[in-house]
């Protein structure tokens, strides 16, 4: 069974910075893709950045040149280093693992940001 656990989440003031991990359990971490999304109150999940299993990322234009998607395959664990944060990038942060066969979220966490 394929388990994501989330953490990093937290209240921090705009500007400030945060880093997200997501460790995986269950799978051969090197062989998926690995994603965060996020979700604010009342609007739909979004696709924040995704990294392959051969090291490309993707941004949405909204977090490029804040934020950074990294992985570590020895540690089973995908990161997102959160820079010069701002209160629209509040919501719950969710990790997404995928490949061929199979996809699967975290629980997620909230990250909020105050102005």
């Known amino acids: 069974q394929v388990q994501l656990v989330e953490s990093g989440g937290g209240l921090v003031q705009a500007g400030g910075s945060l880093r997200l991990s997501c460790a995986a359990s269950?799978?051969?971490?090197?062989?998926?893709?690995m994603a965060w999304y996020r979700q604010a109150p009342g609007k739909q999940r979004e696709l924040v950045a995704a990294i392959t299993s051969g090291y490309r990322t993707n941004y949405a234009d909204s977090v490029k040149g804040r934020f950074s998607i990294s992985r570590d395959n020895a540690k089973n664990t995908v990161y997102l280093q959160m820079n010069s944060l701002k209160p629209e990038d509040t919501g719950v942060y969710y990790c997404y693992l995928s490949n061929r066969e199979y996809r699967y979220w975290g629980q997620g966490t909230q990250v909020t940001v105050s102005s």
């Open positions: 269950g799978t051969i971490f090197s062989s998926n893709a």
